[in-house]
């Protein structure tokens, strides 16, 4: 799964039709159980590419900085946000069950 440190790797991400943010902590246990089914699945759920956000990596400082929504609403991890066309579809908090709840929820 690619991670998402830079400004450029989240334009990256925001120039995909849909991607799902994974935002983690390498010291989440949860985190870590959903990244090991997501490496099951060729790093998609139910065909979404999934991009990983980690928010103890210091490299990705200056970019968590940019994304304000972080402080604001991650609360609990994993925490997932839905993008299409680079407009924001989506969060929920939990493993991998909700993420697919919330992608059948968004495309129907």
Known sequence: MEDIVTVEDWDSAMGLDSVLILVSRTTCVQCGA?????????????????????????????????????????????????????????SVRGGLDAARRMLAESSG
Do not use: K
């Open 34 to 90: 959903v990244e090991d089914e997501l490496a099951d699945s060729g790093d998609a759920v139910e065909g979404t590419e999934v991009r990983r956000l980690m928010l103890d990596d210091p490299t990705g400082f200056p970019l968590r900085v940019e994304l304000s929504w972080l402080v604001h609403e991650v609360d609990v991890l994993p925490y997932w946000v839905l993008y299409a066309g680079s407009e924001r579809v989506g």
